[in-house]
């Protein structure tokens, strides 16, 4: 769950999402851009994207980030914008990303 504490924090989360979302397509195969993504895809996207951004910024991945937009802002002062962020890189961890599997009842 993520909840935005501000319209700035909640602008810059969406639009390093769609950044992540334009290069993420062709590693998870979606071939038409107008298509909306799966649920497994999106999480993929989103979670996968968290992690390899904590990655590139020399922080141990977790699925449980305590501020987002920190992370974010944190990233785009060190590269310049989230234009000029190593997607390449960050794409790896989308690719990779394994959610994990439901418990089942005993």
Known sequence: MVECESET?????NTYLG???QRARFAL???????PLAFG???KIIYGGLNGLQQV???Q???D??????LIKNAKDRYGSLQSLPFQEIIKSVSHYQARSRRSPK
């Open 61 to 63: 991945a977790r699925d």
């Open 41 to 43: 895809k999106e999480r």
């Open 29 to 35: 195969k979606v071939v038409d851009p107008g298509q």
């Open 9 to 13: 924090a909640c602008s810059e989360c």
């Open 57 to 59: 910024m020399d922080l």
């Open 19 to 21: 950044k992540l979302r």
């Open 65 to 70: 980030i305590a501020d987002i937009h920190t």
